[in-house]
């Protein structure tokens, strides 16, 4: 499932700074896809779609040990994620 986030995600997860906010982001978006964090930016909305790995998962879910390598800074969309409640450590995207 691709993963939405907002700037404010972003600096969270420690991919941008809060200086970036200066910064257009049309162009934050642009360097993000060259460095294959995002796929996709809503300019509209200004909403970022996080990059996935070839089998859909997301860029920061463990392939082994199936937890969320970035779980205390995991973007807003997670942290509300509704179907499945808070499990410490793991995603919300994957099946118990
Ligand atoms: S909880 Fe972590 S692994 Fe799961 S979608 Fe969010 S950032 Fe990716």
Do not use: W
Not at 34 to 43: R, W
């Amino acid at each position: 499932m691709p993963v939405e986030v907002k700037i404010d995600d972003l600096i969270r997860m420690g991919i941008l700074s809060d200086f970036d906010r200066q910064e257009q982001p049309k162009k934050l978006a642009r360097q993000l896809k060259k460095e294959g964090i995002i796929e996709h930016f809503n300019f509209k909305n200004e909403v970022f779609t996080l990059s996935r790995m070839a089998n859909d998962d997301c860029l920061y879910l463990d392939t082994v040990s199936r937890r969320c390598t970035i779980y205390a800074l995991r973007p807003d969309t997670c942290r509300n994620h509704p179907k499945i409640g808070p499990r410490p450590g793991y995603c919300p995207y994957q099946p118990r």
